[in-house]
């Protein structure tokens, strides 16, 4: 191994995601096969054997990328000198209900991981996946006087991944050749922008000709996949979810191709497509390849797309209200 180690924090090792997410990065797939990668895990008590156990099947894959697994019930430990915190351990839904009802009984475990990413490389990249992930992530911003803002991001590329899916099988052509970005909160308001979007260089407007099924089931489908995911299996997405995360990861660490783009939350500049400032929000985003984003700017934006960015806008300053208390100004 050439290069120095990795060091990366998972939150809620030994859940669903974990269990999908934590091989693949210890495999050398994300950070590549002449970096070794340290597991850092955090868990709760209750599931620090659970975590062990996922921890013996990692050893036992013989990754010759893994450099070791750390496992804590401490925060302050399992961040210390971390270069990625990813922000998986939370509660998910349940049928019936929406992501942000979660949002009192989450919101508060990332006051206090906030707090103690003051432990990691001043570095790191955090990136939220625990559910509601945008707001989430704003409270652990809000609580980290350590690591700028911009080192903070919640994960929509699942979102972005399941509208490629969606109109990779209508217009008959491969995920690869489609360009689509979301733009708002990972909830059922979220916007699938197929205005902006492209199929094979093309506007996809120009290849699927069907603007009823834009507006109408793709959207549906796009916004409830979650929900239609956790009422199939009773439980909510975890292997796509992973892969997802995976993407996010990736998507910071390399170039983004000319002409494409990436979903992800960050925070608002202010001076973007209306949004308010500090607002943790997914815009279409570009990447050097150097672990940073930067939002795409100059998209066309028509009254039908304005009025799908305000109205996730308004949940997302609604979901900041409810969970005030918890962010230091
Ligand atoms: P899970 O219940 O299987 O696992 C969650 C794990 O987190 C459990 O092992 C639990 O012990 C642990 N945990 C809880 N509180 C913790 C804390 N304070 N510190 C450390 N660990 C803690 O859940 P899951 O299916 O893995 O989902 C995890 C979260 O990810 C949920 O909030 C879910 O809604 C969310 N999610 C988000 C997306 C997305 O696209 N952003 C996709 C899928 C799931
Ligand atoms: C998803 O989009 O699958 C996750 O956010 C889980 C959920 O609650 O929908």
Request: proline share 5%; net charge neutral.
């Amino acid at each position: 191994m050439k290069k120095p180690v990795v060091k990366v924090a998972v939150t809620g090792a030994a859940g669903q995601i974990g269990y999908s997410l934590l091989f693949r990065i210890a495999s050398g797939e994300v950070f590549g096969q002449d970096t070794p990668v340290q597991l850092n895990l955090l868990e709760l008590p209750a599931a620090i054997k659970s975590a062990e156990g996922t921890a013996m099947e990692i050893d036992d894959c013989g990754f010759p990328t893994l450099a070791g697994i750390n496992i804590s019930e401490s925060a302050e430990n399992a961040f210390d000198g971390i270069h990625w915190a990813l922000f998986v351990g939370s509660k998910p839904r349940g049928p019936g209900m929406e992501r942000n009802d979660l949002i009192r009984d989450n919101g508060p475990i990332f006051v206090a991981q906030g707090k103690a990413l003051n432990r990691a490389d001043r570095g790191v990249q955090i990136v939220v996946v625990g559910n509601p992930c945008n707001t989430n992530a704003l409270i652990a911003q809000h609580n980290c006087r350590d690591i700028p803002a911009t080192q903070f991001s919640a994960m929509t590329m699942l979102d972005e991944n399941r509208a490629k899916a969606q109109l990779a099988k209508k217009a008959g052509v491969n995920v690869g050749d489609i360009n689509i970005g979301i733009w708002g909160n990972h909830s059922s308001t979220m916007y699938p922008d197929f205005e902006t979007g492209t199929i094979a260089g093309k506007k996809i407007l120009d290849v699927i000709k069907d603007r009823a099924w834009l507006e109408g089931d793709f959207m549906k489908t796009v916004q409830q996949r979650g929900a239609a995911i956790i009422a199939a299996r009773g439980k909510s997405s975890a292997a796509s979810a992973a892969s997802a995360c995976i993407d996010h990861v990736k998507n910071l660490m390399h170039k983004t191709p000319d002409g494409k783009w990436f979903s992800c939350a960050v925070p608002s500049d202010g001076n973007s497509y209306g949004v308010p400032a500090g607002l943790l929000f997914s815009f279409p985003c570009r990447s050097q390849g150097n672990g940073k984003w930067e939002i795409v700017k100059g998209l066309p934006v028509s009254d039908y797309s304005r009025k799908k960015i305000d109205e996730t806008t308004k949940e997302l300053l609604a979901e900041r209200e409810v969970v005030k208390d918890l962010l230091i100004k």
